[in-house]
């Protein structure tokens, strides 16, 4: 299967390494839009400082990091429930596999086909500005770190200016929690004014791909992947994750 081993040769390392970021997605027909475009719709530009200033006032019981660094607050809040401008993806294409193969209600497994989104992180920061590419040969680094995104945007109105409809930026998460390290985690932080992410990766990029599996294959691959030892439990460490993973393991699937 091509898409678990994508793997370009790199000469200059005598090693086999990915540029690629995969995001699952549960139905076919979903479009890739963030949870602040969900939530708050046309009114998300201006909401958006609320959203995260709320935030960062609360969570700073629980996280200190957060009050340093917009990105910081949003990556925090991402993963905890907060509409933010930022969408998941792994480096791991078992993991969008995971994501696409799984369902909140798992009756609806053979309703719909599922997909995973590919994208070139290589390709997607040769579109940057050139100060945001000196960022990254300053640091002898293709992905931003937080640090290395607060060194080449000082605020959001930066950013949205900097990037308009036709660039951003993809970054690693610090290491904050079992999940982001276990999902491999990667955002893409959608500027303000990219309505239509889907549009912007047909128009300006060649290496994106979108892989529809159809719906008579989830639960074959659901059941590969818990071979592979890809589940709720790994994805979720705690007891969220296993008692996702029980109730899966107990489903009981009805006869047609």
């Known amino acids: ?61 629980e996280d200190p990091t957060v009050a340093t660094s917009v990105w910081r607050q949003m990556i925090l809040g991402q993963h905890n429930g907060l509409p933010t401008r930022l969408l998941d993806w792994s480096h791991s294409a078992l993991v969008g596999l995971h994501f696409a193969c799984t369902e909140d209600s798992l009756d609806d497994m053979e309703t719909h086909d599922c997909m995973v989104w590919r994208i070139d992180v290589t390709e997607l920061h ?26 080449a945007a000082e605020s959001l109105e930066q950013y949205d200016s900097d990037m308009g409809k036709s660039a951003m930026v993809v970054m690693e998460p610090p290491s904050i929690n079992a999940r982001i390290v276990n999902q491999y985690s990667f955002f893409s932080v959608i500027p303000i004014e990219m309505v239509d992410v ?59």
């Open 1 to 61: 299967m091509p898409l678990l081993s994508e793997q370009e040769y790199r000469p200059d390392l005598m090693r086999n390494r990915s540029q690629y970021v995969y995001r699952g997605m549960s139905d076919a027909s979903f479009k890739m839009v963030t949870s602040l475009t969900r939530n708050c719709k046309r009114l998300q530009k201006s909401l958006e400082p609320a959203i995260l200033r709320n935030f960062a006032r609360y969570a700073v019981i």
């Open 126 to 151: 040769s579109l940057l500005p050139e100060k945001y590419k000196q960022v990254m040969q300053s640091h002898n680094a293709d992905i931003f770190s937080v640090d290395m995104l607060d060194e």
């Open 198 to 256: 889907e549009r912007f990766l047909e128009e300006h990029t060649h290496n994106t791909v979108k892989y529809v599996i159809d719906r008579s294959l989830r639960w074959r691959i659901r059941d590969m992947l818990d071979h592979l030892n890809m589940s709720e439990r790994i994805v979720y460490p705690g007891l969220e994750g296993l008692s996702k993973w029980i109730a899966r393991h107990y489903f009981v699937k009805e006869r047609p």
